[in-house]
Each structure stands twice: as C-alpha cells, then as structure tokens.
C-alpha cells in the first residue's frame, strides 16, 4: 500500500482527483418554472450571489486546480466566480457539458408542456436519459411569447 506521509518510504503513493459539480445559481426562468435546455439564459441577482457565496466557500475548503463549465451563460458565469475566488486564470468551457437539449419543452412553464406538446412531455417526464425530446418543425418557445 501507498504511504504518501512517508515519501521516502519507498513506497508509491496513489494519486487520486476529487471531483467537485456544481450546478449554476438561479435565472428568472428557474424562478418562472420555465423549461431551460439549450436556451441561454443569464443568472439573476440571487443566482449571482449564490455564485459568489459557493465561489467563497470553494475557495476555502477546497485546493481548485481547474474549472469546466458549459459555454450557457448561466454556468459559465457561476464557474466564472468559482475561478475568480480560486485564483483560477481560466474556465474551460464546452458546449458537451450543456444539461440536455429538451426539444419542444425549452421555453416553456412545465404545466403548459403537457398541453402543447404530448409526446415531448412524455418524453421528459419518463426518465429515460436516453430518450429524444421531440422537436416540431414549428418552434412553440416562439408561440408561447
């Protein structure tokens, strides 16, 4: 076994990485019950401080070597905070770490889904990860406003 107390034990320590996820603060849609996916939407004043207060507390519990987010605005600007208080220069952003496209339900209010759009909703509600969301070719986040 590894003793990494004792470096000049001879023996190899085990080297290991402590993974820490964080979702972002909250958006007005959050608040609206509004149905989010792919859409960009921004942090509000309360997601924004919940953003500092996690950054805060990473910052002092945890030795952060890197920040990953996805490119969505709401995320990048909460693992943008996390970095800021970390002393971390940069977040990798990538778009694969995007929560999952939701189709026909982004930019609605869950309870009008099942109503304008069955079989997405059904889809949603299921649990299966695996499962597309239908997509329509009209686009219902565009009626809805």
């Known amino acids: 076994m590894a003793n990494s107390n004792n470096p000049g034990s001879g023996t190899v320590g085990l080297a290991c990485a402590e993974i820490i996820v964080v979702r972002h603060g909250e958006t007005v849609w959050n608040v609206d019950g509004r149905i989010q996916g792919h859409i960009d939407v921004e942090l509000n004043d309360v997601g924004r401080e919940q953003a500092a207060v996690v950054a805060d507390r990473l910052s002092r519990e945890f030795k952060v070597s890197a920040v990953y987010s996805s490119d969505l605005k709401r995320a990048s600007e909460t693992a943008e905070k996390i970095a ?10 990538d778009p694969d770490l995007r929560e999952r496209h939701l189709g026909d339900l982004q930019g609605l209010v869950l309870r009008e889904a099942a109503k304008l759009s069955d079989a997405a909703y059904r889809a949603f509600k299921s649990h299966r990860t695996n499962q597309d969301i239908p997509v329509c070719q009209t686009d219902l986040f565009l009626q809805t406003f």
Not at 84 to 93: F, L, R
Request: proline content about 0%; aromatic content about 0%.
């Open 84 to 93: 800021a208080s970390c002393g971390i220069a940069e977040v990798i952003k």
